[in-house]
């Protein structure tokens, strides 16, 4: 019974989360292929783009762990009301940064570029997708703050229809708008950034009915008088935990920014493969990552109940359910990579090129499997720093063995793959050691 149950409640969590998550990658993965049909330059363009708009967006999310951390420790505690204060602090005050950071990209976009190295041809394309996606910021705050809501309720379900709406809305949106179809203007990569960008609206437009509609499903979610009431003093404390998880998505961003930095210098087609074959990668992390928040949550509640049975079978089932992922996963890629890539591209030097680098790619899944369900394990713990220390460590020892590979050994786009596996697999046996010594 107490098998089933953890584990149903952890299923309860993630499913819908990866649902969702790989519903909206599998949209990302149809507009990569339209815009990569279209031409290589434009994958690069997206992939310089998004690499350091997402690193300030997961930044966002980052900073808001700390608050599922203290809420999943208060439910563990039985106290509701602590809870649901966290929750209304959060949301009333995770607002600000997200605002900056919209006039950060609407504005400073081009400086961002340049210092990355992006070409002129590349450039004009990555600003015109970074400017008419960077209304989405505007709505970062709230979004960021009632995910924490969703998944420390154990109420996720919604996730999956939003995940639909939005990415089934873009991928019309991306046909119509990128090649110019009912009459339509042509609009190539503005198109892809504006079908995006009306898509994700019109998601969250869902997901506030949901949350109005159906509040008693959310026992974290506080009212709106409370929210209004709140102070700013749990926010801070939840600030204060969170940082240290936002500063480690920041570092691991960083060092993927100086990773495609490097990748810039050796040629314009770099990093278009590098975003190709993450691509994928990415549709098989968004399952893991799901697992890791449902681990996060969990481990969370048994860290406030000081049940350290509970806290440690959350880690190995995830691990093991993880790998499982992986495995298929490098299966999958080893045996079709030619067809996996030829939906980027149809350029054959391309595809042959990157048939070595998608299989890496795919294995180095083991070593981020165990970095993404060890590392949440801690983090629901409350320790965050732990792990900003390890991605701190790893950030600087990925971006100079990437740099050692490319400019003294001369491996090319090789040496940054074989960096990039290291990395994840040694942080993943440190964060494991780190894992085992924890006690109640």
């Given at each position: 019974?107490?098998?089933?149950?953890?584990?149903?409640?952890?299923?309860?969590?993630?499913?819908?989360?990866?649902?969702?998550?790989?519903?909206?990658?599998?949209?990302?993965?149809?507009d990569r292929i339209f815009l990569g049909r279209m031409d290589i330059l434009y994958m690069s363009a997206v992939g310089n783009a998004t690499a350091p708009m997402w690193t300030t967006m997961s930044f966002v999310f980052s900073l808001s762990m700390g608050?599922?951390?203290?809420?999943?420790?208060?439910?563990?505690?039985?106290?509701?009301?602590?809870?649901?204060?966290?929750?209304?602090?959060?949301?009333?005050?995770?607002?600000?940064?997200?605002?900056?950071?919209?006039?950060?990209?609407?504005?400073?976009?081009?400086?961002?570029?340049?210092?990355?190295?992006?070409?002129?041809?590349?450039?004009?394309?990555?600003?015109?997708?970074?400017?008419?996606?960077?209304?989405?910021?505007?709505?970062?705050?709230?979004?960021?703050?009632?995910?924490?809501?969703?998944?420390?309720?154990?109420?996720?379900?919604?996730?999956?229809?939003?995940?639909?709406?939005?990415?089934?809305?873009?991928?019309?949106?991306?046909?119509?708008?990128?090649?110019?179809?009912?009459?339509?203007?042509?609009?190539?990569?503005?198109?892809?950034?504006?079908?995006?960008?009306?898509?994700?609206?019109?998601?969250?437009?869902?997901?506030?009915?949901?949350?109005?509609?159906?509040?008693?499903?959310?026992?974290?979610?506080?009212?709106?008088?409370?929210?209004?009431?709140?102070?700013?003093?749990?926010?801070?404390?939840?600030?204060?935990?969170?940082?240290?998880?936002?500063?480690?998505?920041?570092?691991?961003?960083?060092?993927?920014?100086?990773?495609?930095?490097?990748?810039?210098?050796?040629?314009?087609?770099?990093?278009?493969?590098?975003?190709?074959?993450?691509?994928?990668?990415?549709?098989?992390?968004?399952?893991?990552?799901?697992?890791?928040?449902?681990?996060?949550?969990?481990?969370?509640?048994?860290?406030?109940?000081?049940?350290?049975?509970?806290?440690?079978?959350?880690?190995?089932?995830?691990?093991?359910?993880?790998?499982?992922?992986?495995?298929?996963?490098?299966?999958?890629?080893?045996?079709?990579?030619?067809?996996?890539?030829?939906?980027?591209?149809?350029?054959?030097?391309?595809?042959?090129?990157?048939?070595?680098?998608?299989?890496?790619?795919?294995?180095?899944?083991?070593?981020?499997?165990?970095?993404?369900?060890?590392?949440?394990?801690?983090?629901?713990?409350?320790?965050?720093?732990?792990?900003?220390?390890?991605?701190?460590?790893?950030?600087?020892?990925?971006?100079?063995?990437?740099?050692?590979?490319?400019?003294?050994?001369?491996?090319?786009?090789?040496?940054?793959?074989?960096?990039?596996?290291?990395?994840?697999?040694?942080?993943?046996?440190?964060?494991?050691?780190?894992?085992?010594?924890?006690?109640?």
């Amino acid at each position: 019974m107490f098998k089933t149950e953890y584990k149903n409640k952890l299923v309860k969590i993630f499913v819908p989360i990866m649902l969702s998550n790989l519903i909206s990658q599998i949209q990302m993965f149809i507009d990569r292929i339209f815009l990569g049909r279209m031409d290589i330059l434009y994958m690069s363009a997206v992939g310089n783009a998004t690499a350091p708009m997402w690193t300030t967006m997961s930044f966002v999310f980052s900073l808001s762990m700390g608050a599922s951390i203290l809420i999943s420790q208060s439910v563990g505690e039985k106290d509701t009301e602590k809870a649901k204060d966290y929750a209304a602090s959060l949301i009333k005050f995770h607002n600000v940064i997200p605002l900056l950071l919209f006039f950060f990209w609407l504005f400073c976009a081009p400086l961002v570029y340049k210092a990355m190295g992006v070409s002129e041809t590349v450039m004009k394309h990555c600003v015109t997708y970074t400017r008419i996606y960077s209304p989405v910021f505007l709505m970062l705050g709230l979004f960021a703050s009632y995910s924490v809501v969703y998944q420390t309720s154990n109420y996720t379900k919604p996730l999956v229809t939003y995940g639909l709406i939005r990415s089934v809305l873009n991928i019309i949106l991306d046909y119509v708008l990128i090649f110019g179809k009912f009459g339509f203007p042509r609009m190539e990569i503005a198109g892809a950034a504006l079908g995006t960008t009306i898509a994700e609206y019109v998601g969250a437009l869902y997901l506030l009915y949901i949350t109005i509609s159906k509040k008693d499903k959310f026992f974290t979610s506080p009212g709106l008088k409370r929210i209004l009431g709140s102070k700013i003093k749990p926010y801070l404390r939840s600030i204060k935990l969170g940082v240290n998880s936002a500063l480690e998505d920041l570092l691991w961003n960083a060092g993927n920014l100086c990773i495609i930095r490097i990748l810039n210098t050796i040629n314009e087609m770099a990093a278009g493969i590098y975003s190709m074959v993450f691509t994928v990668e990415i549709l098989f992390v968004v399952i893991i990552g799901a697992i890791g928040s449902g681990t996060l949550t969990l481990t969370g509640e048994a860290t406030g109940a000081k049940d350290h049975k509970l806290y440690r079978d959350v880690v190995k089932t995830a691990v093991k359910w993880s790998f499982l992922v992986a495995a298929f996963a490098l299966i999958f890629v080893s045996i079709f990579p030619r067809i996996t890539l030829s939906m980027f591209t149809t350029d054959k030097e391309v595809i042959e090129m990157s048939v070595i680098y998608i299989i890496l790619v795919a294995a180095n899944l083991f070593g981020k499997s165990g970095n993404i369900i060890i590392g949440n394990g801690i983090r629901g713990y409350g320790d965050t720093k732990w792990m900003m220390f390890t991605q701190a460590l790893g950030t600087i020892g990925v971006v100079s063995l990437s740099a050692l590979c490319v400019f003294v050994f001369k491996l090319g786009m090789l040496g940054v793959f074989i960096a990039v596996l290291c990395d994840e697999a040694i942080r993943a046996i440190i964060n494991f050691v780190r894992f085992l010594k924890i006690k109640f």
